[in-house]
């Protein structure tokens, strides 16, 4: 089976972080080091604020979404903007492509003045009808960005590789390389007097004055505001589970031996496939391709996924070699606006950055300066737009329906029964839900060198059945998201804890 790696944590510089070994007193505590929290701590930080970011892996790495996009900064998106003005109405379309286009130009901004070596590109984006099925949603895209001040235009003919039946498209866009980036303001917070502490697992976050964040080594980090920005909000408050849905989906990197196109450019409908250039330092020319998302806990997470985006790439482009594939995690808010403010209603000290729904390298920028102008008692633009604790009525149902499914998960799963009686029926390579005296059923996969491993099925956060990930080989939540390898080690949350590795049924 080939190794699942994006093509940015390949080649990416080191992390500075280090593990926390003492506790600490900070004026701002941000939890999760992606670029979401390490935008949201450069800035607080250069607002005058002692900072210090915990990140349970390390910094732009394995434990978040960063080093897994595509990194396309956009504010076209596909047809997102249409789905804003179906829920909100026109003003707040407006409101959030200002948003995107005020985040573009802060990136555009940093990699400019600090001279920031991530292959920073302005580029068109495209939304394009894949076919004649989706020509109608190329059009509401095209109607919704006008309304939201966006000077979008058709374009023939197309500079993609291919002549789509429907497209519009946005200039001056942005593509680059998200670890290097994130890794490079990581350090910019450094020289500001901050501190990155890699490996360094939040268990508990205790609201007051001051705050108070527990790591899983028992080290205390005492903060005037705390500022969650996780993939998934991972406080047990907020009800953000009730109000977000997590979705997987994948890219392959593919080497071509002609001219990547000049443009990124996403489908408009399903199957979603997302077209993105790349030229490295060496002159090596890629296209990065994208799609087939799925809820995260679904049967549909398959070897499948990837070979559907190796015949796109190998249709359209004259590939030399697929060498790198990799999947990433999304938080999908019901009502398809990202989450960047007080935690809670009455909140004074716990924040939120989260919820950026495919579109991170924008949505994580815009939250970060909306929190850091919270935090500073600042009036912020964008603030109301993107409250927590906003309440949107033509969502409810939507939101009605992902609890239902939720519930069912939580309920049905313990019902269905066991695939297999013992270990010994677990084939090489494959995993199996086995029945168990003590725990009812455990989930038991057999690697490619026969070795056996068995968790308990439980998720961590609020005890759904985990399913088993083939595409990945991963326990995955279908209530929440969360997700675990096959020893049972937390690779994506809201859950804080791994599961309990139990010994297999004989």
Request: net charge neutral; glycine share 10%; charged share 20%.
């Amino acid at each position: 089976m080939r190794a699942t790696t994006s093509i940015w944590l390949s080649s990416a510089p080191p992390s500075l972080g280090r593990p926390l070994a003492e506790g600490l007193d900070v004026d701002v505590a941000v939890l999760g080091g992606g670029i979401s929290g390490i935008t949201t701590a450069l800035l607080c930080a250069r607002d005058g604020a002692t900072v210090a970011v915990l990140e349970r892996e390390t910094v732009a790495g394995t434990g978040g979404a960063t080093g897994f996009t595509t990194a396309k900064a956009s504010a076209l998106q596909q047809t997102k903007l249409a789905q804003i003005r179906n829920l909100h109405g026109d003003e707040k379309t407006a409101a959030y492509a200002a948003a995107q286009l005020d985040a573009l130009d802060l990136i555009e901004g940093l990699v400019e003045r600090h001279a920031i070596d991530c292959g920073w590109q302005r580029l068109p984006d495209v939304t394009f009808a894949l076919d004649r099925t989706q020509v109608d949603a190329v059009h509401a895209a095209q109607e919704a960005a006008r309304a939201g001040g966006l000077a979008v235009h058709t374009t023939t003919p197309s500079p993609l590789p291919f002549e789509p039946p429907a497209a519009v498209q946005l200039d001056r866009q942005a593509i680059f390389d998200p670890v290097r980036y994130v890794r490079r303001l990581a350090s910019l917070l450094v020289e500001e007097g901050g501190h990155v502490f890699d490996h360094t697992a939040v268990a508990q976050v205790h609201d007051g004055d001051p705050c108070r964040v527990v790591t899983a080594g028992g080290e205390t980090v005492r903060a005037g505001a705390v500022v969650v920005c996780t993939n998934y909000p991972l406080l047990d408050r907020g009800a953000f589970f009730a109000r977000m849905s997590a979705e997987r989906s994948y890219v392959v990197a593919a080497r071509v031996l002609d001219d990547p196109p000049a443009a990124m450019a996403i489908s408009a409908g399903e199957p979603t496939r997302s077209i993105r250039p790349l030229l490295t330092d060496d002159r090596q020319r890629w296209v990065l391709i994208g799609g087939e998302g799925h809820p995260t806990g679904s049967s549909k997470a398959t070897p499948e996924r990837y070979k559907a985006l190796e015949r796109f790439a190998r249709e359209r482009f004259d590939v030399e070699e697929i060498p790198f594939r990799w999947s990433t995690q999304d938080g999908m808010p019901v009502d398809k606006l990202p989450y960047a403010g007080r935690y809670l209603p009455r909140s004074s000290r716990l924040f939120v950055n989260a919820g950026h729904q495919k579109w991170g390298m924008t949505n994580a920028t815009a939250g970060a300066r909306v929190v850091a102008d919270l935090i500073a008692g600042r009036d912020s633009r964008f603030a109301s737009l993107l409250d927590p604790n906003r309440v949107t009525l033509g969502a409810v149902p939507d939101a009605a329906k992902a609890q239902a499914s939720a519930a069912a998960h939580l309920v049905g799963d313990r019902l269905t029964p066991a695939e297999a009686s013992s270990a010994a029926e677990v084939p090489t390579g494959e995993a199996r839900v086995v029945r168990s005296g003590r725990f009812g059923k455990v989930g038991v996969h057999r690697d490619d060198l026969g070795a056996v491993h068995a968790v308990s099925l439980r998720c961590t956060h609020l005890g759904c059945i985990l399913h088993w990930n083939d595409a990945e080989r991963s326990w995955d939540c279908p209530c929440h998201g969360s997700r675990f390898g096959i020893d049972g080690q937390l690779l994506t949350g809201p859950a804080s804890k791994p599961l309990e590795t139990v010994e297999a049924p004989q």
